[in-house]
Every structure is written in structure tokens, then in C-alpha cells.
């Protein structure tokens, strides 16, 4: 590692097959806690190359527990995190909003790092019990539309890690993988990012697969479509800078997005909005976000016909009934 890291602290890069054999020695236990740190805190202070987060893709990909899903058309919907905007959960409401108009949808998710309250977090709270059993995933797909996929138990190589990124708390290129390493490899992925760099690096990679994806961020940071300016949307066949009233939705404001202080605090907006009792704002950053990755995986949807579909599956209890059935009689906390 050495020799790595004085590489790197010369302002050079890792190819991808060296950037792939560093991630792999590393889940391997190869290195000590003090080597992990400092090359996470390299790419904190630099951006990551194409090269260096294709070879930590392909690292990943290699050591996880693979599930594969093709013949449930699967979509994910996942964040990056790391934007340090503190909103609330509206990629995993959107999951359930998704999963409720239809579309299948394997959620790819961890705890928080960077946040108080992550994807894991939130469901923990409510009862669900993780698993990476391929036939009760496939049980919760037939049932709910959806299945929750854990990232710990999918990536086991990596527990060396997680504790470093905890006791860090910043976001690592870590972040950066996490839509990328989904153990299904979903056919249809919506992405949000932290930054445009980032959206571009995701679009070029993605234009080398065979997927049906969005990459989306918020020009003022946040890595969703978060309706409080203009954002930047990048797909198989487009890239456009898109205002909110050109999707038909209103203009909003940070504050409007916020979410809880604590776990429970996040989890009683998660709860509110699914139960149709969040606000004007809240319904209408969670309905943009789930047409999107609902045109994405039927691109001959229209928007227009999408949000409808996405409306209609949270307005009228659809998204709920998705997320009952996935949790089973074992609702916690509500």
C-alpha cells in the first residue's frame, strides 16, 4: 500500500486494473486501518477518474453475492448520498411509489454514512429483517413489487471497510459506487448524484452497458431531482438541463425538503408521506422523482403519462400497500 499511496500523493491516477487489485486486497484485509483511511481520504480531496471507479466497480461486482433478477425486469432506484443536504428519504418512498404503479424494483440500500438516516436505517426502524435469501427476495418481488437488498450482507468483503467510512463520516468513493454495485444489476436504473462530474462519469459508463438508466443531479447539489431548481438529467439517448415547471411542477425551497434530526424524526415523514398526509412539496418531490424511474424502465411512457401513474400509486394508498406487504404483519414504531 506504500507504494500506492505515494503514487497516488504524486497527483496520479490508478488504471482500472490496478484500481480493481487495491480494492480487492483491501476487502481481503491486506491493509491496516490507517492505510484504508488514507486512501479513502485521497479521493476525498480529488476526483475520482473513470478508470479508478470502473476498476472499484469491477472489484465489487467480483466479491459480491450476486442475485440475479432478469426475469423480473427490476428497477433500482439509488442515491449516491453525500450531497450533505439532509433531505428526507425520497429515493426509497420513491421505491415503494414505483413498486405500487407496477414496476418491479430491487432497492439497493445501506445505513447512513453521511446522514442520519439512510435507506437501512429506515427500514430497521419499521421491522424489516434483512436477508440475502435468493427465494424469500423472490417471495417479496411476487408480493409487493419490491425487495430490499442490504448491502452489508451482499458485500460481505467489505466489512473491513465499514467502520473506517463510519468513523470518517464523509462521503468516499464509496458513495460513488454504491448505484453501481446493486448484486442484481438491475436492466433500469434511476442514479442521483452529488455533483455534475459525477453525472458525467456515471453517463459515460453506463453508455458501455446494455441498461436502460437516468443520471440525475440537482444543479444546487442534491443527488435526486429535488424540484428546487433546474437539474441535470442524463439517459440513454439525452442529456438536458431540466427546469421544474418544464416537467409541470412547481419551484421549492430547501427547507421544504427537510428531513428529521433523528431516525424516528425521518421515519414519521417516510410514514406521513406514504400514508398520502405529507406535504404539497413532499408529494410532489417523491412523484417526480418515481415518474422518472418509471419512464426510465418504460421509455415509451410519456412524462406526463408517468406521473400520473406515479401520483395515482401514492395519492391512492397503492405505495402503501406495496410497502405493508414487504413488511408483513411486523410494522414496528408507527
Known amino acids: 500500500m506504500k507504494e500506492i499511496l505515494n503514487h497516488l500523493t504524486a497527483y496520479k491516477s490508478l488504471d482500472r486494473e490496478l484500481a480493481k487489485e487495491v480494492l480487492i486486497n483491501l476487502a481481503n484485509g491486506a491493509y491496516n486501518n490507517s492505510q484504508i483511511a488514507a486512501f479513502l481520504t485521497v479521493f476525498t480531496m480529488r476526483s475520482v477518474t473513470v478508470e479508478e471507479l470502473s476498476g472499484f466497480k469491477d472489484a465489487m461486482l ?41 414496476q418491479n424494483v430491487a432497492k439497493h440500500g445501506n445505513y447512513g454514512v453521511s446522514s442520519v438516516c439512510g435507506s437501512s436505517n429506515l427500514m430497521t426502524y419499521f421491522g424489516y429483517e434483512f436477508t440475502n435469501e435468493r427465494d424469500r427476495l423472490l417471495r417479496d418481488l411476487d408480493s409487493a413489487g419490491i425487495c430490499f437488498l442490504h448491502a452489508p450482507l451482499f458485500h460481505p468483503a467489505m466489512k473491513n471497510v ?31 448524484v452529488f455533483s455534475l462530474e459525477l453525472a458525467r462519469i456515471y453517463g459515460y459508463i453506463y453508455q458501455q452497458t446494455d441498461k436502460q438508466y437516468s443520471v440525475v443531479h440537482s ?34 425551497q430547501p427547507e421544504q425538503l427537510a428531513g428529521g434530526a433523528t431516525i424516528k424524526e425521518s421515519a414519521d415523514i417516510f410514514w406521513n408521506v406514504l400514508n398520502a398526509k405529507g406535504t404539497e412539496a413532499q408529494n410532489q418531490v417523491v412523484v417526480a422523482n418515481s415518474a422518472l424511474a418509471l419512464q426510465c424502465a418504460g421509455p415509451e411512457l410519456s412524462f406526463s403519462t408517468a406521473l400520473d401513474k406515479a401520483r395515482e400509486s401514492l395519492m391512492q ?18
Open 62 to 102: 467480483e466479491l459480491c453475492i450476486r442475485l440475479p433478477l432478469d426475469d423480473y425486469d427490476v428497477i433500482d432506484l439509488c442515491g449516491t448520498g453525500g450531497d450533505s443536504k439532509d433531505s428526507f428519504n425520497i429515493s426509497t418512498l420513491s421505491s415503494f411509489v414505483v413498486a405500487g404503479a407496477g
Open 162 to 192: 465499514a467502520p473506517i467510512r463510519k468513523e470518517l463520516g464523509v462521503k468516499t468513493f464509496f458513495n460513488m459506487l454504491g448505484p453501481m454495485v446493486n448484486p442484481s444489476q438491475p436492466k433500469n436504473q434511476l442514479v442521483g
Open 219 to 252: 444543479m444546487d447539489g442534491y443527488d435526486e431531482v429535488s424540484l428546487t431548481g433546474p437539474f441535470k438529467w442524463i439517459s440513454n439517448n439525452q442529456e438536458s438541463l431540466v427546469h421544474p415547471a418544464d416537467i409541470g411542477m412547481s419551484l421549492l
Open 317 to 334: 394508498g397503492k405505495a402503501l400497500l406495496s410497502f405493508k406487504k414487504l413488511i408483513g404483519e411486523k410494522i414496528t414504531n408507527i
